[in-house]
C-alpha cells in the first residue's frame, strides 16, 4: 500500500515536470506577435528589442524555460507581460470562484445522481429505470454552453429574478467583514449564491449524467454478484444491502469517473464564466488568450493542469482506501 | 463445439439469440436522421431550398411557408443556413476524427500488439496529454492561429484527440491480444500484418466504431465552444451551426419574440449529437463491449 502511493507520487512529480515543458514550449512555439499587442502603433524595431529584453524574451527558449521553471519552485510564477501583475496575485484572486463553481456542482450532481441510481438500479429496466435513463441520455446530448444560454433566458424571462444573468456576479465576502458588518456579510453572500445558481445548475448537469450512469450500470452488475446473493440469503434489509453491500464496491467506479470528470469540469466552466462574465481562471486564461499574454497563459494552463493531475491522484488514492485490492497489483 | 464455431458460418452458431437484443426501432431512427444530415449536408446546394447567404426578405420574420423556420435578423433563411451549418460541424468532426484514428487508432493497435518500448513510450505520452483538458489547448492554439479556417480547425482537434483515441484503442486490443485465437494463430506462424488485420481488427472494430460515435458528437459540441469563443469560422464565412447559436444569443434577450432565431439551431446540434450517441450506445451494447471501458 505504502509502495504504491510512494509509486504513485513520484509518477505525479514526473507528470507535473512534463506539464511544465508542455505549457511553456506549447505556448512558445505558437506563432503570435506580443510586441504588436503591447506597444501597438510604437512597435519599431528598437522598441521591440528594448520590451524583448525587458520581458527576458531575448534569451534562448531553453534558458527562457529554466528561469521560468526555477521560479516555480520558489512559488512564483512571475508577472503578466501585458498588465504586469503578479501572475500570483491574478490567479489567487480568480481562483477561488473556480473552486466555489466546482464544489457547488460537484455537491449537487452527486446528491442528485446516487440516490436516482440507487433506486434505478434495484429494478432494472422498471418503469423508474427507464424514465431516468432515458431522461439522463437525453441530457447528455445538451451541451452546457446550450444549458447556460437557455438557463439565461430562462431565469431573465421568465423568472425575472435579478443578480443571475451575465455581468452580476458577486464574490464570496471577505471573512473580516462578518465583524465589521454581519448585515452586509450575509447579503453579499446572498447574491454571491444567487449569481452561483446558473453555473452550478449547468454545470452540475454534465456531472450527473455521467455519475447516474457510471452507479447504476455498476450497481446493476454488482447486485448480481454472489455476495449479494449471500447478503440477501441472510436476510438483511434490502436498504442495507444497497447501501453496504452493493454501493461500496460500485463507488470506485464512481469516484474514478469524478476524478476524470473533474478535469473537464474545470475546462467546461470556462466557457461558462466567459459567457456569464464570471472572473474565475477561465475568463482570465481568455482575456489572457486574447492578449497573447505568454506567461500567464502559460501559468494558468500550468495550475489547471496540475490541479487536474493532483485530483486525480487523489481519487486514486481514495479508491485504494475504499477497495484495497486495487493497490495490490 | 468450439471446433464447430470456428468452422461454422451460419447464422445459427455464430450469434447468440439469448444475448442480442434487437436495435430497436429508436435505433433506425436515429440512424436515419443521421443519414438525412450527411445527405442535406453534401447535397445542400441541389436541394431546393433558398440560398443560404442570400438576404431575400424581411429580417425576423416568423415561420412561413416560403421560410419553414423564419429568417435571421439579416433576413436569411434559417433552414438553410441549419442545412448549409451542418457541412461545418460534419467536417470538422470527420476530418479531425480520421486523424485521430489514423494515427492514434493505428499507434494503439500496434502498441498493444507489439508491446514492449513502444508501448511504454506511447502510453506514457498519451497519459500525460490527457491529464491536460485538451479544450484548452484547442482555444490557445487556434487563437494564436489567425485566421480561423476550417484545415487548422480539423487539424488542432484531431491532434488533441489523438491521446484519448490511442488509449481507447490500445485497451480493445489489449483485450483481444489476450485471447486464444490470436495466440493460436501466432502459434500457427500467421504473420504480424495477418495477425493485426484479421484476427485483432475485427475484434477491435466494434469498440472503435461506438467510439467514433461519440467522438463525433463531441467535435460537434467542441465546434459550438469554439464558435462561443469566436475561434470557429465567422458567421459572414459560412453558417455553421455554433456560429448560428452564437449570433442569435444576444439578439434573443433583447426581443425574446425572436425565440425561432435560437432555438432551431440549437435544436438542430442537441437532435444530432443525441442520435450520435444514441447509435454509439447501441452498438456498444449490441456488439456487448464490456472489457473495455470507453
Redesign the interface.
Known amino acids: 500500500m505504502r509502495s504504491y502511493v510512494l509509486r504513485r507520487l513520484i509518477l505525479l512529480v514526473g ?1 507535473v515536470f ?2 511544465s515543458l ?1 505549457s511553456f514550449f ?2 512558445h512555439l ?3 506577435d506580443l510586441a504588436t499587442v503591447i506597444l501597438g502603433v510604437a512597435n519599431t524595431p528598437e522598441n521591440k528589442k528594448i520590451l524583448y529584453a525587458q520581458l527576458g524574451l531575448d534569451k534562448g527558449l531553453v534558458q527562457q524555460y529554466l528561469t521560468w521553471i526555477s521560479h516555480i519552485i520558489r512559488g512564483d510564477l512571475g508577472h503578466s507581460f501585458v498588465s504586469r501583475e503578479s501572475i500570483n496575485t491574478l490567479i489567487w484572486h480568480a481562483i477561488p470562484i473556480d473552486i466555489e463553481m466546482i464544489v457547488l456542482s460537484q455537491i449537487l450532481a452527486f446528491a442528485t445522481a446516487i440516490p436516482l441510481a440507487m433506486r434505478a438500479a434495484r429494478k432494472p429496466n422498471g418503469l423508474f429505470d427507464r424514465i431516468s435513463n432515458g431522461l439522463s ?2 441530457l ?4 452546457s ?2 444549458l447556460v ?2 438557463a ?2 430562462f431565469v ?2 421568465i423568472l425575472k429574478i435579478p443578480n443571475t444573468g451575465p455581468a452580476s456576479f458577486t464574490r464570496m465576502p471577505g471573512f473580516g467583514l462578518l465583524f465589521d458588518s454581519p448585515a452586509e456579510y450575509f447579503d453579499t453572500w446572498r447574491l454571491n449564491l444567487l449569481s452561483m445558481v446558473i453555473p452550478t445548475l449547468t454545470g452540475s448537469i454534465g456531472a450527473f449524467v455521467i455519475y447516474f450512469r457510471t452507479l447504476r450500470s455498476d450497481l446493476i452488475s454488482n447486485l448480481q454478484e454472489e455476495f449479494i446473493t449471500m447478503a440477501r440469503s441472510k436476510g438483511l434489509r434490502r436498504r442495507r444491502i444497497l447501501w453496504r453491500h452493493a454501493f461500496r464496491p460500485s463507488s470506485v467506479a464512481l469516484l474514478s469517473t469524478a476524478g476524470i470528470n473533474i ?2 469540469a ?3 466552466g ?2 461558462t464564466q ?2 456569464l462574465a464570471i472572473p474565475g481562471l477561465g475568463a482570465t ?2 482575456a489572457a ?2 492578449t ?1 499574454d505568454y506567461i500567464l ?1 502559460q501559468g494558468i ?1 500550468f495550475v ?2 496540475t490541479s ?2 493532483t485530483i ?1 491522484f487523489l481519487v486514486d488514492f481514495l479508491t485504494t482506501i475504499i477497495d484495497p485490492r486495487i493497490a495490490r497489483d | 463445439m468450439t471446433e464447430q464455431s470456428i468452422n461454422e458460418t451460419s447464422p445459427e452458431v455464430v450469434e447468440q439469440p439469448e444475448k442480442k437484443e434487437p436495435l430497436g426501432v429508436f435505433f433506425w431512427l436515429c440512424l436515419s436522421w443521421l443519414i438525412l444530415v450527411a445527405v442535406g449536408a453534401i447535397f445542400g446546394n441541389l436541394l431546393p431550398i433558398p440560398d443560404p447567404n442570400e438576404m431575400l426578405s424581411m429580417p425576423n420574420e416568423g415561420m412561413s411557408a416560403a421560410h419553414w423556420l423564419g429568417t435571421d435578423a439579416l433576413g436569411r433563411d434559417i433552414f438553410s443556413r441549419i442545412v448549409i451549418g451542418s457541412r461545418i460541424s460534419l467536417t470538422i468532426s470527420i476530418g479531425s476524427m480520421a486523424i485521430g484514428f489514423g494515427v492514434g487508432g493505428t499507434l494503439g493497435m500496434l502498441a498493444a500488439f507489439r508491446r514492449g518500448i513502444l508501448d511504454l513510450v506511447a502510453t506514457s505520452i498519451a ?3 490527457l ?3 485538451s ?3 484547442v ?3 487556434l ?3 489567425h485566421p480561423a479556417s476550417l484545415g487548422k480547425i480539423t487539424l488542432v482537434v484531431g491532434i488533441t484527440s489523438i491521446p484519448l483515441v490511442y488509449r481507447v484503442v490500445r485497451a480493445a486490443t489489449l483485450a483481444t491480444a489476450s485471447k486464444e485465437y490470436v495466440t493460436a494463430a501466432k502459434v500457427m506462424g500467421a504473420r504480424d500484418r495477418r495477425i493485426l488485420f484479421r484476427e485483432l481488427l475485427p475484434n477491435v472494430a466494434p469498440t472503435a466504431l461506438s467510439f467514433l460515435l461519440f467522438g463525433l ?1 463531441t467535435v460537434v ?1 467542441f465546434e ?2 469554439l464558435a ?2 469566436g475561434l470557429s469560422l465567422p458567421p459572414y464565412l459560412a453558417p455553421s451551426w455554433g456560429n448560428l ?1 452564437n449570433e442569435s ?1 444576444d439578439a ?2 433583447s426581443t ?1 419574440r425572436n425565440w425561432f432565431l ?1 432555438v432551431f439551431p ?1 435544436l438542430a ?3 444530432f ?2 442520435c450520435l ?2 447509435v454509439g ?1 447501441r452498438l456498444r451494447s449490441y456488439f456487448d463491449v464490456t472489457e473495455v471501458k470507453l
Request: charged fraction near 0%; hydrophobic fraction near 70%.
Open positions: 507528470i512534463v506539464i508542455g506549447m505556448i505558437l506563432p503570435g441520455f437525453g447528455l446530448s445538451v451541451p454552453f446550450i444560454v437557455y439565461v433566458l431573465a424571462l478535469g473537464n474545470i475546462a467546461g470556462f466557457v466567459y459567457l486564461l481568455i488568450i486574447t497573447q497563459i494552463v489547471v493542469a487536474v493531475v486525480n | 497519459f500525460m496529454f491529464a491536460f483538458p479544450i484548452i489547448g482555444i490557445a492554439v487563437s494564436f492561429w458528437a459540441v459550438g465552444i462561443f469563443l447559436i444569443r434573443i434577450t425574446p435560437i440549437s446540434l442537441c437532435l449529437v443525441l450517441n444514441f450506445d
